[in-house]
């Protein structure tokens, strides 16, 4: 089982609508939790951490953590052309970040 | 800049050739770590600075990598003896503290060995 898990994709969405995207991961230690945005050929770039259970938002996006379940997700609302790009979630037990493999979100407009 | 700077951008090199890879993290922040990221791939971790202190190399893939960060501040990774399969994305990344603190991505070293 890897330690953090993500569907690959690619998810697509039309524009305007939600997306959402899942995560979960195996270690009940882990700490804080992290979704981040990369565009091809770039690097990853932060876009919502969140450390207790229940929904955090942040403009158009709303992580939303449930430990018991060991379950991480990332709402994007009104989803625009320029938030398709891969969304990679990731996990904080001691100092390292254990990422997914990303998830490729295409929007339709 | 304010964000973490990595040089050089690319680097194209022939196997068996030793390189270095530099990462300037963002000012004050004490902790800096090293990530991998190959083609299609996750992320992988390599090695976490606290300080010029390397609390976990656990990531390093053999004896031919290693790293050292002075003065608190930039940091180098060397690969010695390069091989095709380190050719990959190293990603350099910089928090403030240890902790809960979300870590900050430089623009990478794209290193491709010939």
């Known amino acids: 089982q890897k330690e953090v898990e993500q569907n690959s994709g690619p998810l697509s969405v039309p524009e305007g609508a939600i997306a959402s995207l899942n995560c979960t991961y195996s270690?009940?230690?882990?700490?804080?939790f992290f979704w981040y945005r990369q565009y091809s050929g770039k690097s990853p770039e932060l876009i919502m951490f969140?450390?207790?259970?229940g929904d955090k938002e942040d403009g158009r996006f709303t992580a939303q953590l449930n430990k018991a379940s060991q379950y991480v997700s990332l709402l994007i609302r009104d989803s625009q052309p320029s938030d398709s790009a891969t969304y990679l979630c990731?996990?904080?037990?001691?100092?390292?970040?254990?990422f997914g493999t990303g998830t490729r979100l295409t929007i339709i407009p | 800049g304010a964000g973490v700077s990595q040089s050089p951008s690319n680097k194209v090199t022939e196997k068996g050739k030793d390189v270095e890879l530099r990462c300037d993290p963002i000012?004050?922040?004490?902790?800096l770590y090293w990530y991998r990221q190959s083609l299609g791939q996750g992320l992988e971790f390599l090695i976490y600075?606290?300080?010029?202190?390397?609390?976990?190399k656990s990531g390093l893939p053999s004896d031919r990598f290693s790293a050292e960060r002075t003065g608190g501040s930039v940091s180098t990774l060397t690969i010695q003896r390069t091989q095709q399969e380190d050719s990959a994305v190293y990603l350099c990344?910089?928090?403030?503290?240890?902790?809960?603190?979300?870590?900050?991505f430089g623009d990478g070293t794209r290193l491709s060995i010939l």
């Open positions: 969140i450390y207790s259970n």
């Open positions: 000012s004050g922040h004490t902790a």
């Open positions: 600075f606290q300080g010029n202190s390397a609390p976990d």
């Open positions: 270690d009940r230690g882990s700490q804080s």
């Open positions: 990344a910089s928090s403030p503290s240890r902790g809960y603190q979300p870590q900050h």
């Open positions: 990731a996990v904080r037990g001691n100092e390292k970040l254990t």
